[in-house]
């Protein structure tokens, strides 16, 4: 991934003062005076003054670096969500089932008809058996709809409502902001996850699950870059909110109530 401080050769926690004296040797190294029959040597001068630009000033400097980690935060969770997507959620695997085993008889000679009785008498036994031992339920969690739960990528069900998914950390519960994320446009129930920008990269700080149709409020998120990444549970499709950025709430105690419509 090409970036400003690729631009410089410079590395992106680098100082002001490093940044500045890459700034220069590169600038004598393309200056247009010492390259007038060069164009690359004047397009790489353009590149250069842009990246100081950006580089040089605090606050664009801040933006870009949370640039970098969303970029690098998309690229990380590619792999996975395509394959996600290949293999939409599912409820998991039932308990093998005696009554699903076939066995399949040939003949030897006469000796298929002690085999065919011995076979009847089991099978007696495997009724009375059953008649007295009723088999236990072992199929998943069901809503009131008869429909299966489904499951989440770390193997729990998820719950019958809209909340965290159970297994997962909640994480940098500070200030009083809320996000309030609304499915109430969605067909299909969502599979969530809110990330903050901490040490810069994004990391997963709440997961959640919300059915179909409604709301799930993310409580107690102070300051930072959040990005919001949530599946589409019927048919696996992935998509990704715009960045969410949260900033001079915890010192003014000025919260704020965000909105996300999915």
Same mark, same amino acid.
């Given at each position: 991934?090409?970036?400003?401080?690729?631009?410089?050769?410079?590395?992106?926690?680098?100082?002001?003062?490093?940044?500045?004296?890459?700034?220069?040797?590169?600038?004598?190294?393309?200056?247009?005076?010492?390259?007038?029959?060069?164009? $690359?040597?004047? =397009?790489?001068?353009?590149?250069?003054? =842009?990246?100081?630009?950006?580089?040089?000033?605090?606050?664009?400097?801040?933006?870009?670096?949370?640039?970098?980690?969303?970029?690098?935060? =998309?690229?990380?969770?590619?792999?996975?969500?395509?394959?996600?997507?290949?293999?939409?959620?599912?409820?998991?695997?039932?308990?093998?089932? %005696?009554?699903?085993?076939?066995?399949?008889?040939?003949?030897? @000679?006469?000796?298929?008809?002690?085999?065919?009785? &011995?076979?009847?008498? &089991?099978?007696?036994?495997?009724?009375?058996?059953?008649?007295?031992?009723?088999?236990?339920?072992?199929?998943?969690?069901?809503?009131?709809?008869?429909?299966?739960?489904? /499951?989440?990528?770390?193997? =729990?069900?998820?719950?019958?409502?809209?909340?965290?998914?159970?297994?997962?950390?909640?994480?940098? $519960?500070?200030? #009083? #902001?809320?996000?309030? /994320?609304?499915?109430?446009?969605? $067909?299909?129930?969502?599979?969530?996850?809110?990330?903050?920008?901490?040490? @810069?990269?994004?990391?997963?700080?709440?997961?959640?699950? &919300?059915?179909? @149709?409604?709301?799930?409020?993310? %409580?107690?998120?102070?300051?930072?870059?959040?990005?919001?990444?949530?599946?589409?549970?019927?048919?696996?499709?992935?998509?990704?909110?715009?960045?969410?950025?949260?900033?001079?709430?915890?010192?003014?105690?000025?919260?704020?109530? &965000?909105?996300?419509?999915?």
């Amino acid at each position: 991934m090409h970036n400003y401080y690729d631009v410089l050769n410079v590395a992106p926690g680098a100082s002001d003062e490093v940044i500045r004296a890459a700034y220069r040797a590169l600038s004598q190294k393309y200056h247009p005076d010492r390259n007038p029959h060069n164009p $690359q040597a004047h =397009q790489r001068m353009a590149e250069i003054n =842009q990246a100081y630009a950006v580089l040089s000033d605090p606050e664009k400097r801040h933006h870009h670096d949370v640039w970098i980690a969303r970029q690098s935060l =998309q690229a990380r969770l590619s792999p996975a969500l395509l394959s996600r997507r290949q293999t939409p959620f599912a409820p998991p695997a039932l308990l093998p089932n %005696h009554e699903d085993k076939i066995v399949v008889l040939h003949e030897h @000679g006469h000796g298929w008809l002690w085999i065919v009785g &011995i076979a009847i008498l &089991i099978a007696m036994g495997g009724v009375w058996w059953r008649l007295a031992h009723p088999p236990v339920d072992n199929t998943p969690a069901q809503t009131q709809s008869g429909i299966p739960v489904p /499951v989440a990528p770390n193997g =729990q069900l998820f719950p019958l409502k809209a909340a965290y998914v159970s297994g997962y950390p909640i994480l940098r $519960q500070r200030g #009083n #902001n809320t996000i309030v /994320v609304h499915a109430t446009s969605l $067909q299909s129930p969502v599979f969530a996850q809110l990330y903050e920008l901490h040490a @810069g990269k994004f990391t997963a700080i709440r997961t959640f699950y &919300i059915p179909a @149709g409604e709301t799930f409020t993310l %409580h107690k998120i102070g300051d930072g870059n959040f990005s919001l990444q949530y599946q589409r549970i019927n048919d696996g499709k992935w998509a990704v909110s715009d960045g969410i950025e949260i900033s001079n709430t915890e010192a003014s105690r000025k919260y704020q109530d &965000i909105d996300i419509r999915l």
